[in-house]
DNA sequence: GTCAATAAAATTGGATCCAATTTACAATTT
DNA sequence: AAATTGTAAATTGGATCCAATTTTATTGAC
């Protein structure tokens, strides 16, 4: 027979019909990531940190190097990677990071600013104080941080944990991919101008609103909020390029 | 030296530094689809048009025997459908035909009544007289037609044609994906409680408003039409299910 | 030297093979 | 009979190979 203690450590975790009464700190070894998968997380990370340069080639065969796998989970990845806009694939002339233009961006904006408002407002009423407390601990953390890089992923995190309670699912993956597109534009841009600051006050005032319960003042903030972003940003690339 | 007439059938097309003066009727052969996008194809669209139920496992080995290729390309397409959200990949289990729940639908379709809203107010003003009778042809077509499979997509062409001038291709494009997770579920019943004869009411509506460049007019008549549709359809849904 | 035609190298798409994992099912135990 | 274990079949993930295509280097003509 099996050694029980190895035995218990196969066993699925989170599967309902078995549920082990044996607490053991166990590794999930059945839902560990495929090859493919961990290429695509690298290089979209890569991608939306701006690591890589719009118009950057992507090699199949030396990324497949890289990450001592074949070319086929490369393949898989950069698939989905076309399909998220974050690269363009052409066929027998390989992947290349994708560029995006000044109107595609400001289009990209004009839907972040719709959808972020509406899932705002549609949060607030259902805020929970847990939500809002992670909120202001992010925002503190945004504007404490002097690493550029980090200013991005605070923001994403701080908006998102005053939308999570929204419950609109859909139309968060939505927001995700166009904060995807864009992010790796914003952080230089964040730097100069005191954007920072600008972006620190706006974040204080909406979430004033959420603890308020205002939902109609939420989401008209965060139009604002977004609307800044953009015009920022479109004037200093329509300058730059 | 090659045989003249049949070096002109292998010139890409559309090479601007190269365009053949002879007249043929020649295949882009240069520009034919991979094999992965032709199943890929295939698959959307039997998903879309209902012509595989939800949870119906889409089997690697059997979908390239039809299509008579590898497994290659049909990994290649259900990776892309999943980003869709139009099949379920599960790593070792195979793929099954996406199922979408109530909530889910509820929640697209609230998506779509913003997006369409949106961009049909942008597009009125930019609207051109060639949009506007193409429109009114689909319309036509659409209270015409008895064959349900026609309804979803003739419904389709009358908004985009409506869209179109906005522009906004992002906006569109989320549309598209909107659209291809609900339609199948909309046909059916729209056969139903003369669902088309209301519908085709609103649509002449919509087609008013816009020729009159009222654009705050047709996003309301818009926004009103899609939420009866899912009003109608969680309806139907909620009692069946 | 410049341009086109040709050949070689690099790169991707697809087929086939093997390994990893799940699923189905028979054998065994209780 | 129900549950558990072990085994074989089915299925997917990934590696390697070959074919199709593009890109780069080379040659030749003018």
Request: aromatic content about 6%; hydrophobic content about 35%.
């Amino acid at each position: 027979m099996m050694d029980a203690g190895i035995c218990t450590l196969w066993i699925t975790p989170g599967t309902p019909q078995m549920a082990s009464n044996l607490k053991l700190k166990s590794i999930d070894i059945g839902n560990r990531a495929s090859a493919g998968s961990i290429v695509y997380d690298s290089l979209r990370k890569a991608i939306i940190d701006g690591e890589l340069d719009d118009g950057t080639p992507l090699r199949q065969d030396d990324i497949a190097y890289q990450f001592n796998t074949s070319r086929i989970p490369v393949r898989e990845a950069l698939s989905k990677l076309e399909q998220e806009g974050l690269v363009i694939n052409r066929r027998y002339r390989g992947a290349v990071v994708a560029g995006i233009s000044l109107r595609e961006a400001s289009e990209i904006f004009d839907f972040r600013i719709l959808m972020e408002s509406e899932v705002i407002a549609a949060s607030v009423p259902k805020m929970t104080s847990a939500s809002l407390s992670k909120a202001r601990a992010y925002c503190d953390e945004f504007r404490r941080t002097d690493d550029s890089k980090k200013w991005s992923k605070l923001n994403r995190k701080f908006h998102y944990s005053l939308y999570r309670d929204s419950g609109l699912k859909y139309h968060l993956d939505m927001i995700d991919n166009a904060l995807d597109r864009t992010e790796r534009y914003v952080d230089t841009q964040l730097s100069i101008s005191h954007g920072v600051e600008k972006a620190h006050r706006e974040h204080l005032a909406i979430l004033d609103a959420c603890e308020n319960g205002n939902a109609e003042l939420a989401a008209r903030l965060t139009r604002e909020h977004i609307s800044g972003v953009r015009d920022e940003l479109l004037e200093h690339l329509g300058g730059g390029r």
